[in-house]
């Protein structure tokens, strides 16, 4: 058997060289996407997917991570829930007017869903208040 050479001082390591387009394409993909790009979706989020966000958000709000506000009563809970899931499409819809004790909305309740999908799209939100209006 041969004699192995005693390794080299660590400054004389000789340094492999990493291909420049490799350290290219780590960085493209390190880079943020656009707040457009990263929302879309090829298919809208179904009624399964929504209900698992509200029950996700309800069991937060049972474990106290809303707050008192939240667990004072059925509406406020609602109200909690619906801006967990969707804060954009809370605000949209609910924002200035929330649910009120004993108050069942069905209008705001599909303009709602209706919001999440196109959000879920990457779509516009422009026109989704006001859309399921019967009057």
């Given at each position: 058997m041969?004699?192995?050479?005693?390794p080299?001082?660590?400054?004389?390591t000789?340094?492999?060289?990493i291909p420049?387009?490799?350290c290219l394409?780590?960085?493209l993909?390190?880079?943020?996407?656009?707040p457009?790009?990263?929302?879309s979706?090829?298919r809208?989020?179904?009624?399964?997917?929504?209900?698992e966000?509200?029950?996700?958000?309800?069991?937060?709000?049972?474990?106290?991570?809303?707050?008192?506000?939240?667990?004072?009563?059925?509406t406020?809970k609602?109200?909690?829930?619906?801006r967990?899931?969707s804060?954009?499409?809370?605000?949209l819809?609910y924002g200035?007017?929330?649910?009120e004790e004993g108050?069942?909305?069905y209008i705001?309740g599909?303009?709602?869903k209706?919001?999440?999908?196109k959000?879920?799209?990457?779509?516009?939100l422009?026109g989704v208040?006001g859309s399921?209006?019967?009057?």
């Amino acid at each position: 058997m041969r004699p192995r050479s005693p390794p080299l001082p660590f400054h004389r390591t000789p340094r492999r060289q990493i291909p420049a387009a490799c350290c290219l394409l780590l960085l493209l993909a390190l880079l943020p996407l656009p707040p457009a790009a990263a929302k879309s979706s090829t298919r809208a989020i179904t009624d399964n997917e929504i209900r698992e966000k509200k029950n996700a958000c309800y069991a937060d709000i049972e474990n106290g991570l809303w707050g008192f506000a939240c667990r004072s009563s059925a509406t406020e809970k609602e109200n909690c829930v619906l801006r967990c899931a969707s804060p954009e499409c809370y605000n949209l819809i609910y924002g200035g007017d929330p649910l009120e004790e004993g108050e069942l909305d069905y209008i705001r309740g599909q303009e709602y869903k209706y919001c999440m999908v196109k959000l879920s799209l990457g779509e516009s939100l422009d026109g989704v208040k006001g859309s399921f209006n019967y009057s």
